[in-house]
């Protein structure tokens, strides 16, 4: 994974949606290597405002720019992301009330001026008509152009072949409604993995189809930038959050391997231990090994005996860190440079100037 040419300004290429109240997400963001940091644009979904919130914000690494999505919390001067202090982008939904869009626009301008405007594939389907006429009050209320937004459609959970077959129509409806507004970027957005993983064989490796990434593939002739759910599903309240048997979600190329250890006898460590043996010993392991990404080198430790077991959030930020490395590794072009999806050209943006 190589940045940008020197001179050239890279643009995000992949937006992960991430859970702020999943601690391993945002750990596994603390580790991303700096030289990739620009071709990242996480969604942080925030549950709950405080100051380790903020914290954690700011201990981002630098270049990385966040669109932080406080849609789950009621309008207030704590989610007023102009006072938060830190670089951010501000995601803002179709329905949001103007006190919070006057605020969000008050951010944005604050920042990088910029926004994402997040549509819901499922939920947002009033017409093209009816989402014309909310774009345009979010632009009014906002004091944004539409060059200076970010679109995000978002397909929520897509976890089988029938949830991809309904997903692509009306995610193609929304982008041909899209393409009458000069955004600065378009992106699909679907989370793949079943929102739980209890009902899996235990002490064997597991291969799970990335249906997001199909159905992001299915779209190329549309030219959108990919996100997903990193490695969760795109409910996140749905997890099962009683299931604390060690897990590993390691994503190849067009799937998952999940690893479920509930091996009896011998120490916690001896049992995680195992299982990481088994994964490195595995055909889809990163030929980079630990090089790879901070999330594999974590794991080749355990497998060495190196460390100990871990916790849940360990879990979950190392199997994230393998993920967020091997997304980007895939988007990236050999020279370095990345497809630019549907980036408008170089050069001053121009209003109601359509997308390619």
Same mark, same amino acid.
């Given at each position: 994974m190589v940045p940008a040419h020197e001179g050239r300004a890279a643009e995000p290429v992949y937006r992960p949606i991430l859970a702020s109240r999943r601690r391993g997400e945002l750990e596994a963001?603390?580790? #991303?290597?700096?030289?990739?940091?620009?071709? #990242?644009? !996480?969604?942080?979904?925030?549950?709950t405002v405080d100051r380790s919130t903020r914290d954690t914000l700011r201990r981002l690494p630098s270049g990385l720019l966040p669109a932080i999505d406080v849609a789950a919390l009621p309008d207030s001067a704590d989610t007023e992301l102009a006072r938060w202090g830190v670089p951010l982008m501000p995601v803002i939904g179709l329905a949001e009330s103007?006190?919070?869009?006057?605020?969000?626009?008050?951010?944005?301008?604050?920042?990088?001026?910029?926004?994402?405007?997040?549509?819901?594939?499922?939920?947002?389907?009033?017409?093209?008509?009816?989402?014309?006429?909310?774009?345009?009050?979010?632009?009014?209320?906002?004091? #944004? @152009?539409?060059?200076?937004?970010?679109?995000?459609?978002?397909?929520?959970d897509v976890c089988c072949p029938a949830d991809v077959r309904v997903a692509e129509p009306r995610v193609r409806r929304l982008l041909d409604w899209a393409r009458r507004h000069a955004w600065r970027s378009a992106t699909v957005a679907a989370g793949?993995? !079943?929102?739980?993983?209890?009902?899996?064989?235990?002490?064997? $490796?597991?291969?799970?189809?990335?249906?997001?990434?199909?159905?992001?593939?299915?779209?190329?002739?549309?030219?959108?930038?990919?996100?997903?759910?990193?490695?969760?599903?795109?409910?996140?309240?749905?997890?099962?959050?009683?299931?604390?048997?060690?897990?590993?979600?390691?994503?190849?190329?067009?799937?998952?391997w999940v690893y479920r250890w509930s091996r009896r006898g011998g120490r916690g460590d001896d049992r995680f231990a195992d299982l990481c043996r088994t994964l490195v010993?595995?055909?889809?392991?990163?030929?980079?090994?630990?090089?790879?990404s901070w999330g594999d080198h974590e794991l080749l430790r355990r497998a060495r005996r190196g460390a100990?077991?871990?916790?849940?959030?360990?879990?979950? @930020?190392?199997?994230?860190?393998?993920?967020?490395?091997?997304? #980007?590794?895939t988007l990236s072009r050999p020279d370095g440079s990345t497809d630019p999806g549907w980036n408008?050209? !170089?050069?001053? $943006?121009?209003?109601?100037?359509p997308l390619r």
């Open positions: 963001l603390n580790h #991303l290597d700096p030289a990739v940091a620009p071709l #990242l644009a !996480p969604i942080l979904e925030v549950s103007d006190r919070r869009l006057v605020a969000h626009g008050t951010a944005a301008r604050a920042y990088a001026r910029r926004a994402l405007i997040r549509l819901r594939a499922a939920h947002d389907r009033a017409g093209p008509d009816a989402d014309t006429t909310a774009v345009e009050r979010i632009w009014r209320l906002t004091g #944004l @152009a539409p060059e200076e937004c970010d679109l995000l459609v978002d397909a929520g793949g993995m !079943p929102p739980t993983l209890s009902r899996l064989p235990t002490n064997e $490796p597991v291969r799970l189809e990335r249906w997001d990434w199909q159905l992001w593939q299915r779209l190329a002739d549309v030219g959108v930038d990919y996100g997903d759910y990193g490695v969760g599903p795109a409910l996140s309240d749905s997890a099962d959050p009683g299931d604390r048997t060690p897990t590993v979600r390691y994503t190849a190329d067009d799937g998952w010993a595995a055909p889809h392991w990163s030929s980079a090994g630990a090089a790879f100990g077991a871990g916790s849940v959030a360990n879990w979950t @930020a190392w199997s994230t860190s393998h993920h967020l490395a091997h997304v #980007l590794a408008l050209r !170089p050069g001053p $943006p121009q209003r109601g100037r």
